[in-house]
């Protein structure tokens, strides 16, 4: 299988990972709107979450399922679904078949003209006051003896 799904995901997961939270909604959309999962990139095309589903328990965990995405021609005034559907495959691994040119519309800032594309992409975190440890974690301190 091809590595590049897996490197689609985890810029989806670093994205969110440094996103303001959900409860801050205007910062969450202009960082969203700001900020392509490429990172800093010079590239022709740019990746960015356009919709999100949030799921948030009482207890803080949270779930964000990518509902829609946007894939925008950095720069230029027309959308080319042909290049930007060979950039997602090439960049991402990505095939979406529901691929379409957002009419008439410019990015954030006149960043360029844009298209709407669906892939399964899913953000999780446990509440942040969890008891559960990862293997990331540190070990705990050992005991004092004295």
Request: charged share 20%; proline share 10%; net charge negative.
């Amino acid at each position: 299988m091809n590595s590049e799904p897996s490197s689609f995901q985890q810029a989806f997961e670093r994205l969110l990972a440094r996103a303001p939270g959900p409860v801050f909604p205007r910062a969450r959309a202009l960082y969203l709107q700001k900020y392509p999962l490429e990172g800093e990139s010079g590239s022709e095309f740019r990746t960015f979450l356009l919709e999100e589903e949030i799921q948030e328990s009482a207890g803080g965990a949270l779930r964000i399922r990518a509902l829609a995405l946007a894939i925008v021609a950095w720069g230029q005034s027309r959308f080319d679904p042909d290049a930007a559907g060979a950039y997602l495959e090439r960049r991402w691994g990505l095939h979406p078949g529901d691929l379409q040119e957002v009419p008439g519309a410019s990015w954030f800032r006149d960043s360029g003209a844009y298209g709407r594309f669906g892939t399964p992409a899913v953000y999780e975190r446990v509440a942040p006051t969890s008891l559960l440890s990862s293997s990331a974690d540190p070990v705990p301190p050992a005991a004092d003896p004295g």
